[in-house]
C-alpha cells in the first residue's frame, strides 16, 4: 500500500527557479492538502483541495499555486523561488465521510527544499 | 479561528517514567481532535483521534489521551516511557470545509536512558 506518495525528497533551488512538488495517493481520497512545516513553528496549511478542479488556500499560500486535475494527484508549485520558501513540505490526504465524521489525514513522507 | 496550544517545546523523561504531552484547544463544539507522532526525517503518523462521546482515547503504542471539555484540553500520556518514543508530537484540530488541521507547534520528547 503506497499511500500517500511525495517527489521529490530533497530539492536544492536557487532563488528565482520554479518547480513543482509532485503528490500522489492511492486511497481514492477526496480531501488533499499541502503543509509546509518550519522549526518550532508545527505545520502550516498552504492549500487544500475537496476534489478534482476545486482548491482553495490556506493559512499561508502566497508564493504557492495548485491544481487537481485528478483525484489521486495534487502538484503544488513555486513560480519564483525565494529564500524564505526554504522548508519541509508535506502533502496529505483523507476520506472526506460523512458530515459528523472525524477522518484522520495520511500523511507523505516529505519534501525538503533549500533555496539558496 | 481555531488554535492549538501545546506546552513545552521539549519534554524529556527516563526511560519507564510517565509521559504527559500537553495541549489546549480553541474550537467550535465539536472539537475534531487529533495527536500526531513525527519520526525523524518521516511524515507525521496518527497516534489517536478523538470521537465525540469518550472522554479517554486509546492510541497505539500506548498512548492515550484524555479530552475534558471544561478545560479545553487533550493531554496525551503514556504511563511508561520507552526509548523508541523519542519523537515529535504534535496535537492538532480540524474545521472548515475540507477539515483542514490547525497544529500546534510540537513538542520534541526526549527519553533518557
Known amino acids: 500500500n503506497a499511500g500517500v506518495t511525495q517527489t521529490p525528497k530533497f530539492r536544492i533551488l536557487k532563488i528565482g527557479q520554479s518547480m513543482t512538488l509532485q503528490c500522489t495517493q492511492d486511497m481514492n481520497h477526496n480531501y488533499m492538502y499541502w503543509y509546509r512545516q518550519d522549526p518550532g513553528m508545527g505545520l502550516k496549511l498552504i492549500y487544500y483541495s475537496v476534489g478534482a478542479g476545486i482548491t482553495d488556500k490556506g493559512e499561508v499560500p502566497n508564493g504557492y499555486n495548485v491544481s487537481r486535475s485528478t483525484t489521486e494527484d495534487f502538484p503544488l508549485r513555486l513560480e519564483l523561488a525565494a529564500p524564505s520558501q526554504t522548508s519541509v513540505y508535506f502533502c496529505?490526504?483523507?476520506?472526506?465521510?460523512?458530515?459528523?465524521?472525524?477522518?484522520?489525514?495520511?500523511f507523505g513522507d516529505g519534501t525538503r527544499l533549500s533555496i539558496l | 479561528a481555531q488554535s492549538v496550544t501545546q506546552l513545552g517545546s521539549h519534554v524529556s523523561v527516563s526511560e519507564g517514567a510517565l509521559v504527559l504531552l500537553r495541549c489546549n484547544y480553541s474550537?467550535?463544539?465539536?472539537?475534531?481532535l487529533f495527536w500526531y507522532v513525527q519520526y525523524p526525517n518521516q511524515g507525521l503518523q496518527l497516534l489517536l483521534k478523538?470521537?465525540?462521546?469518550?472522554?479517554l482515547v486509546k492510541g497505539i503504542n500506548g498512548f492515550e489521551a484524555e479530552f475534558k471539555k471544561s478545560e479545553t484540553s487533550f493531554h496525551l500520556t503514556k504511563p511508561s516511557a520507552h526509548m523508541s518514543d523519542a519523537a515529535e508530537y504534535f496535537c492538532a484540530v480540524s474545521s472548515g470545509s475540507a477539515r483542514q488541521l490547525t497544529f500546534g507547534s510540537g513538542t520534541q520528547l526526549t527519553v533518557l536512558p
Open positions: 496529505a490526504s483523507s476520506y472526506s465521510g460523512d458530515r459528523n465524521s472525524n477522518q484522520p489525514q495520511h
Open positions: 474550537s467550535s463544539v465539536p472539537p475534531y
Open positions: 478523538y470521537t465525540t462521546g469518550a472522554t
